[in-house]
């Protein structure tokens, strides 16, 4: 059963987290310090003190941190936006909550501007909190560290992570995230936004911390790109990067009076960016199956190339986090198809050197909840549907040197608290694909290049936004 954790315990939880994770990364980075409201110094040592943070838990905040992790935009005059996904589970309850953030056009010049914060809860719940006044939003340009201020209680917008009991007294509608900590409060304001897609809920409030468990590859080494290097290049409509394929989250959330306490409750988080969503796309996210530690993220998308108009190709992939391993099935070394039903069905399957995965899920007819996401030429509007309830099979083989299966799966587990999602379209009829990715991306995405080695490496601080 959820148990009752307390606030103050919470706050120095993350932000000590935070902090710790933040000190790392600006040593590699040289980046200004990010917290404000309380000495880093002083809140690492308290937390040494009261949470007695050992430092192989901090070793491995930094080992599942991400590249992409920062904020992309460049100040290109383009159409642009970047998005932000952060998903809690709730153990016993088969329910999970969802925060989806979003901006649009941040030079503020455009019709489609704007900043965005939806949430889907349990039973269907849906608010969003819109406006057209993108500077309330800010983000770290190399860490996960990001926030928005849609009403303050002092008249400051903050444009930094604050300490919990800060932002409580600094702002009053809003929301701050990073790797192990984010906290908010947002109350439904759809008077901005594209579409009509009424909100359910009144308000959401909440406060938790995060323990990363799985970023993007194996335990213990270096995270991947999920697009490969090149995504670091203006060459894929939109980008796309899981940032936590699982961890385990502390804290409570609070929908229309109704109050959530969770502890250590699966979560997951993943961005994108670009000029826009692809066209047409499917995913499949679950860290709740039957059999412990696994974690499966698919997806299928019908996405731009190298920003030609009318140019797309279908990608897809199969990544699965098991016993501290990534089992990585993708384009550019595996086959990937799938059939997916306009909404209901789920199947998909990938052949790799050593390992071949199906993944198959269903979701009942009135299980989806709409929700808005970002167009070229209507900005962001009802475009999708989801639901947390999917039922979710992952059956996984070794292959042996010929290719062939070693007998029995490896792995055959299932769950009933899976996140499915079908978006885009036209969507007639079943969408029956296999990956393709385009010659000589294909090629070149194989080659080891790490960006942000030669970045580091050339005189000056080159490292592109977002890495």
Same mark, same amino acid.
């Given at each position: 059963?959820?148990?009752?954790?307390?606030?103050?315990?919470?706050?120095?939880?993350?932000?000590?987290?935070?902090?710790?994770?933040?000190?790392?990364?600006?040593?590699? +980075?040289?980046?200004?310090?990010?917290?404000?409201?309380?000495?880093?110094?002083?809140?690492?040592?308290?937390?040494?003190?009261?949470?007695?943070?050992?430092?192989?838990?901090?070793?491995?905040?930094?080992?599942?941190?991400?590249?992409?992790?920062?904020?992309?935009?460049?100040?290109?005059?383009?159409?642009?936006?970047?998005?932000?996904?952060?998903?809690?589970?709730? &153990?016993?309850?088969?329910?999970?909550?969802?925060?989806?953030?979003?901006?649009? $056009? &941040?030079?503020?010049?455009?019709?489609?501007?704007?900043?965005?914060?939806?949430?889907?809860?349990?039973? /269907? %719940?849906?608010?969003?909190?819109? #406006?057209?006044?993108?500077?309330?939003?800010?983000?770290?340009?190399?860490?996960?560290?990001?926030?928005?201020?849609?009403?303050?209680?002092?008249?400051?917008?903050?444009?930094?992570?604050?300490?919990?009991?800060?932002?409580?007294?600094?702002?009053?509608?809003?929301?701050?995230?990073? @790797?192990?900590?984010?906290?908010?409060?947002?109350?439904?304001?759809?008077?901005? %936004?594209?579409?009509?897609?009424?909100? *359910?809920? /009144?308000?959401?409030?909440?406060?938790?911390? *995060?323990?990363?468990?799985?970023?993007?590859? $194996?335990?213990? #080494?270096?995270?991947?790109?999920?697009?490969?290097?090149?995504?670091?290049?203006?060459?894929?409509?939109?980008?796309?990067?899981?940032?936590? %394929?699982?961890?385990?989250?502390?804290?409570?959330?609070?929908?229309?009076?109704?109050?959530?306490?969770? +502890?250590?409750?699966?979560?997951? =988080?993943?961005?994108?960016?670009?000029?826009?969503? &692809?066209?047409?796309?499917?995913?499949?996210?679950?860290?709740?199956? $039957?059999?412990?530690?696994?974690?499966? *993220?698919?997806?299928? %998308?019908?996405?731009?190339? @190298?920003?030609? &108009?009318?140019?797309?190709?279908?990608?897809?992939?199969?990544?699965?986090?098991?016993?501290? /391993?990534?089992?990585?099935?993708?384009?550019?070394?595996?086959?990937?198809?799938?059939?997916?039903?306009?909404?209901?069905?789920? /199947?998909?399957?990938?052949?790799?050197?050593?390992?071949?995965?199906?993944?198959?899920? *269903?979701?009942?007819?009135?299980?989806?909840?709409?929700?808005?996401?970002?167009?070229?030429?209507?900005?962001?509007?009802?475009?999708?549907?989801?639901?947390?309830?999917?039922?979710?099979?992952?059956? @996984?083989?070794?292959?042996?040197?010929?290719?062939?299966?070693?007998? =029995?799966?490896?792995?055959?587990?299932?769950?009933?608290?899976?996140?499915?999602?079908?978006?885009?379209?036209?969507?007639?009829?079943?969408?029956?694909?296999?990956?393709?990715?385009?010659?000589?991306?294909?090629?070149?995405?194989?080659?080891?290049?790490?960006?942000?080695?030669?970045?580091?490496?050339?005189?000056?601080?080159?490292?592109?936004?977002?890495?």
């Amino acid at each position: 059963m959820p148990t009752t954790t307390s606030p103050c315990s919470l706050t120095l939880r993350g932000v000590c987290w935070q902090a710790h994770l933040s000190q790392q990364r600006r040593q590699q +980075h040289h980046t200004k310090p990010i917290i404000l409201g309380r000495n880093p110094l002083k809140q690492q040592r308290a937390c040494s003190r009261r949470q007695a943070l050992s430092a192989s838990s901090v070793a491995s905040m930094t080992e599942v941190s991400t590249p992409h992790s920062g904020y992309h935009y460049n100040g290109a005059k383009r159409r642009f936006f970047e998005g932000w996904y952060f998903k809690v589970t709730l &153990p016993g309850e088969g329910q999970s909550f969802a925060w989806m953030y979003s901006i649009e $056009d &941040p030079a503020g010049d455009s019709k489609f501007r704007g900043c965005g914060a939806q949430v889907m809860g349990p039973d /269907k %719940a849906y608010l969003v909190q819109h #406006t057209d006044n993108t500077r309330i939003f800010w983000a770290d340009r190399h860490e996960l560290v990001l926030g928005a201020c849609f009403k303050g209680k002092t008249g400051a917008i903050p444009r930094q992570l604050l300490d919990g009991d800060r932002f409580t007294r600094t702002v009053e509608q809003g929301y701050q995230a990073a @790797l192990t900590w984010h906290q908010g409060s947002l109350e439904s304001d759809d008077s901005t %936004a594209a579409g009509e897609l009424p909100p *359910t809920v /009144k308000s959401v409030k909440w406060a938790y911390s *995060t323990r990363p468990i799985y970023g993007w590859g $194996d335990t213990g #080494t270096d995270q991947k790109s999920t697009a490969g290097w090149l995504a670091a290049m203006p060459v894929f409509e939109p980008h796309w990067q899981v940032l936590m %394929a699982h961890g385990l989250s502390t804290g409570w959330i609070e929908c229309d009076g109704k109050r959530y306490d969770f +502890h250590d409750a699966p979560s997951y =988080s993943e961005k994108n960016w670009g000029g826009r969503f &692809p066209s047409k796309w499917w995913w499949v996210v679950c860290n709740t199956f $039957d059999s412990p530690d696994v974690a499966l *993220t698919t997806v299928g %998308a019908r996405r731009g190339i @190298l920003n030609i &108009p009318g140019v797309e190709e279908d990608v897809g992939l199969i990544g699965i986090h098991w016993q501290g /391993k990534f089992i990585e099935l993708v384009p550019w070394n595996s086959t990937v198809s799938w059939e997916i039903a306009p909404w209901g069905q789920w /199947k998909a399957w990938a052949k790799g050197e050593s390992y071949e995965a199906c993944v198959e899920a *269903t979701a009942g007819p009135d299980d989806g909840t709409v929700l808005r996401a970002p167009t070229e030429k209507q900005g962001l509007i009802p475009l999708c549907q989801d639901t947390f309830l999917g039922k979710v099979r992952l059956q @996984l083989w070794r292959l042996d040197k010929h290719g062939q299966r070693e007998g =029995s799966p490896v792995l055959d587990t299932s769950s009933t608290s899976g996140a499915l999602e079908t978006g885009g379209g036209p969507w007639p009829a079943t969408w029956e694909a296999q990956a393709k990715m385009q010659q000589p991306l294909k090629s070149i995405v194989q080659i080891p290049i790490d960006v942000r080695g030669i970045a580091e490496a050339l005189p000056g601080n080159v490292l592109p936004p977002g890495l």
